[in-house]
């Protein structure tokens, strides 16, 4: 096993934080180490309190590590698309080579022309090209190789709110990491979860997360809006708690074990006792009492996504729905869908042992995304593990180290700026 074929990748969710450690093999994923905590700190997306996050983060790594038996010291990083805006710019060069081969310098110049000003309260994640144009020969995927004298290209600037990314970046590093690259996380889930026809003609990938749940959209086989609801399960959870009078655990459970999002098809026959909070009693329940509460939550929820594409100008998606994230895999949740969104809609699960639940998406993506990126500029990535474990102790003890955050973000914004996220086939 190489360990450049290694990656890890890091989602930090509202409800829980995934640590996913897979190698690559051609395009398939084979999963050798997961890490999944409920996360503290996190609300809506957002980070709200740092040292909360950080233990997230450690537990999850710990959890990881304990199943492979070595450190973990660099991550690909997913990042929220809360406050996320996309931008169309335009970049354009001169073929510097004598010979007018189109070579990775000019890619690189290319991308760097196509920078814009941004304001000192965003931060740049990633560049998405469109096309590349060499002279007057549009609709060109890779140009290098290719000869002319001027190149340019057309591409969205995704930048995020600085405060945001920084917080995240704090904990990351707090938690003992480095990161090898960052990405947005609807960005590069999406672009498998999603078929080419699907991103080509106009999908909506809805991921239902805990606390919250993001939209984005694909049109012309690229990301073009993206946003972020904060509506997620935990919601649903909570609606179960307080009409059951039971604990938001025992909600939790039963969500997953009895819930059905569609009434009409909820089953009045399956019947089940919660325990009542505060007493000794317990309370029978049909499947189809609880699918009513659980889909007056999840109607609404699907009138906000409703009203998340409408903000976008989006009136149309040809290529219809398609659901994923950890509330995805409740029962009767597509035809609710179908049924409020009008439209066609399908649920995404990842095809890989050991992550075969839609709570995976981003996780999977991440690493993909960042194996097809390596491929594209023929990168061998160091590997992502530090020290094998002699013993049990908790990996961050061994993690600590000198004070390195200024450093670690510093060096990590710049790489950013040097980040170049581009379509493949």
Do not use: W
């Not at 009513?292 to 594409?309: A, C, K, S, Y």
């Amino acid at each position: 096993m190489s360990q450049a074929d290694m990656y890890v990748s890091l989602d930090i969710g509202s409800s829980s934080v995934k640590v996913l450690i897979g190698e690559m093999t051609d395009r398939s994923l084979h999963v050798i180490g997961v890490g999944n905590v409920k996360s503290e700190g996190i609300r809506k997306g957002a980070i709200v309190d740092i040292d909360a996050t950080v233990q997230s983060i450690r537990k999850a790594v710990e959890q990881a590590e304990r199943m492979i038996g070595m450190s973990i010291r660099e991550v690909v990083l997913g990042i929220p698309a809360n406050q996320v805006m996309l931008q169309q710019v335009k970049g354009v060069v001169a073929v510097n080579s004598e010979n007018r081969e189109i070579t990775d310098d000019d890619l690189d110049r290319v991308m760097r022309s196509a920078e814009v000003m941004i304001p000192a309260e965003r931060e740049l994640i990633n560049i998405i090209p469109q096309q590349f144009i060499v002279d007057d020969l549009d609709e060109i995927k890779d140009p290098r190789g290719m000869i002319g004298v001027r190149l340019e290209m057309d591409a969205t600037l995704v930048t995020t709110s600085r405060t945001l990314l920084h917080n995240i970046l704090r904990c990351v590093e707090r938690a003992g990491l480095q990161i090898r690259e960052i990405y947005l996380q609807p960005l590069a889930a999406g672009y498998f979860a999603l078929s080419e026809d699907e991103k080509s003609h106009g999908t909506a990938y809805v991921d239902i997360g805990g606390g919250s749940t993001t939209v984005a959209v694909f049109g012309d086989g690229r990301l073009i809006s993206a946003g972020v609801i904060p509506v997620g399960g935990d919601h649903v959870t909570k609606d179960l708690s307080i009409v059951l009078k039971t604990t938001t655990e025992q909600a939790e459970q039963i969500k997953h074990q009895y819930g059905h999002a569609y009434y009409d098809d909820a089953s009045e026959d399956e019947l089940f006792e919660v325990p009542v909070t505060g007493m000794e009693t317990k309370d029978q329940y049909s499947q189809k009492y609880i699918s009513e509460i659980i889909g007056v939550r999840l109607e609404e929820l699907f009138e906000m996504v409703l009203d998340e594409l409408y903000r976008m100008d989006i009136r149309d998606l040809p290529g219809g729905i398609v659901l994923t994230g950890g509330t995805a895999k409740l029962e009767g949740l597509p035809q609710l869908a179908r049924e409020v969104l009008q439209t066609r809609v399908r649920t995404y699960v990842p095809e890989f042992i050991g992550v075969r639940e839609p709570k995976f998406s981003s996780s999977v993506g991440l690493i993909r995304y960042a194996r097809l990126e390596d491929e594209f500029f023929g990168h061998r990535g160091d590997s992502p593990f530090g020290e094998e474990m002699e013993t049990a102790a908790p990996a961050p003890a061994k993690k600590k180290k000198e004070p390195r955050e200024k450093d670690g973000q510093d060096k990590v914004v710049n790489r950013m700026k040097k980040i170049f996220d581009k379509f493949f086939d």
